[in-house]
Every structure is written in structure tokens, then in C-alpha cells.
């Protein structure tokens, strides 16, 4: 399979400026990585259903997607440590004390991303053929990262998530994390159909599979386009 500003924030008729926004500049670069990631993803499935190309190939593209997907989330989980009280910026430790929403989100998705490392990874190993490598080794890690990137994306719903990660894109900040939602739920279905069958060693349902990361990585893609910051916003620095 395959398989994330300073400025007020208007909660509900009012802006919040106690409410610290992401970079602009650390915003954007978090969008472009996403974008990139969803993109490999995307147009890995026909790449792995085309004849014409090496295995090795889609399994590498597959692979390079998770690592902007990781480096992505990484972003997203440094300014996830800016969900603290009015300006200051958290370190690590406080963080981890304050169990924000925006930080635990971040810190799942995160995690998740890792997940997909290793599937991706094992992929490219089993293409080249250097290694036999079971399926069910593959499978594993894909299913775990697929519920943490949905338990991610429900925290994301959460209105105080979004307007401390959306501050600067609050007039789709629904959209953009209802998005990455169903871009979720539809990579959740990606690796249910990529469930390999011990009877027959062949996926459950390979519709699922290569139609659920395509979806899903559609839907990232575009969430991730809707994260950039409009051109004539002015960039806060990181």
C-alpha cells in the first residue's frame, strides 16, 4: 500500500488574539511537504499497475512519499508546542505536560508517518528482491499507521485544534481537516483491502487497496494545498 501566522483568531463572532497561530513561513513549508508527499502517493498506484514499470520504481515512489509525509508531520509537531497559553512557546517537556489536543494530534500523526516508513520501506526491499519479506510483515505496520492517521484527523475536528493550527486559514479550516478526515478513513480502507489472505497469500480485496490510497492521498493532497498561506498574507517569522 501507498499508504502536515501570528495573528487573531476569530472564535465564533470575535478574534482571539491571545490564541498563538504557526509561522506562516513553517505553515507553508509543512503544506508544500504534504502536498509532495500525497502527490508520490497518488501517482504511485498507477505507476504499481502499469506494466511498463519496474516494481522498484512505484515501490520508491511509495517510499519517498512517506519521508515528506514524516518530515511534514515533524513540522506540524514543532508548532504543536505553540498551543500553550497566549504567545509562549512550549518547550518539549511542557508539551508533553499539557497534553493539548493540537500537540497529542500532531504527536500520533507523527507516529503514524513512521508507520508508513517501514511499510514503504519493506516494499522497496521486497521489489528489489534483495530479501523475502512476508507479507503480513508488510501489513502490520500499514494497518497500525492507517488508525493512528484516523485517531489523528478526529483530535484535528476539534475547534480549539483547528484554530490553533488554522489560525491563518480559518475560513476553511473545517474543510481542510474534514479533508485529511476522509483521506484518512479512505487509507483505512486502503489497508483493510491490503490484508494478505494466509489461504491464498493474495490481498483481501485489491480494489480497496490501490482505490483507498488513491482517494485518500486526493484528499491529502488537497488538504494540503488549502493549508498554504494565501499570497497576500504576510509571513511571521518561525
Known amino acids: 500500500m501507498m499508504p502536515a501566522r501570528r495573528g487573531p483568531v476569530r472564535t465564533g463572532g470575535a478574534y482571539d488574539s491571545a490564541v498563538p497561530t504557526p509561522s506562516l513561513r513553517a505553515t507553508s513549508w509543512m503544506g508544500w511537504l504534504f502536498a509532495i508527499g500525497s502527490a508520490c502517493f497518488a501517482v504511485g498506484v498507477p505507476m504499481s499497475l502499469n506494466t511498463r514499470w519496474e516494481p522498484t520504481v512505484a515501490a520508491g515512489v511509495f517510499f519517498v512519499g512517506s519521508i515528506f509525509f514524516t518530515s511534514a508531520a515533524s513540522i506540524q509537531m514543532h508548532l504543536g508546542w505553540r498551543a500553550g ?49 512476508s507479507n503480513q ?32 486559514a480559518r475560513d476553511r479550516s473545517w474543510t481542510i481537516s474534514a479533508l485529511n478526515m476522509v483521506g484518512s478513513f ?34 491529502f493532497f488537497a488538504g494540503a494545498l488549502l493549508v498554504l498561506p494565501r499570497r497576500h498574507a504576510s509571513v511571521a517569522a518561525p
Open 137 to 168: 510483515v508488510i501489513w502490520r505496520p500499514d494497518a497500525v499507521g492507517s488508525v493512528l492517521f484516523l485517531v489523528s484527523s478526529a483530535i484535528a475536528l476539534m475547534p480549539d485544534v483547528r484554530r490553533h493550527r488554522l489560525g491563518h
Open 186 to 219: 479512505f487509507f483505512g480502507i486502503s489497508a483493510i483491502g491490503a490484508f494478505v489472505l494466509p489461504s491464498t497469500n493474495e490481498l483481501l480485496n485489491s480494489a480497496w487497496s490501490n482505490g483507498g490510497t488513491f482517494l485518500g492521498a486526493l484528499c
Open 85 to 133: 497559553v497566549g504567545a509562549e512557546q512550549l518547550t518539549t517537556g511542557q508539551a508533553l505536560r499539557s497534553s493539548h489536543p493540537a500537540w497529542i494530534s500532531a504527536w500520533v500523526q507523527w507516529i503514524g508517518t513512521l508507520a508508513f516508513n517501514v511499510t514503504t520501506f519493506w516494499g522497496v526491499v521486497e521489489a528489489i528482491g534483495t530479501q523475502s519479506v
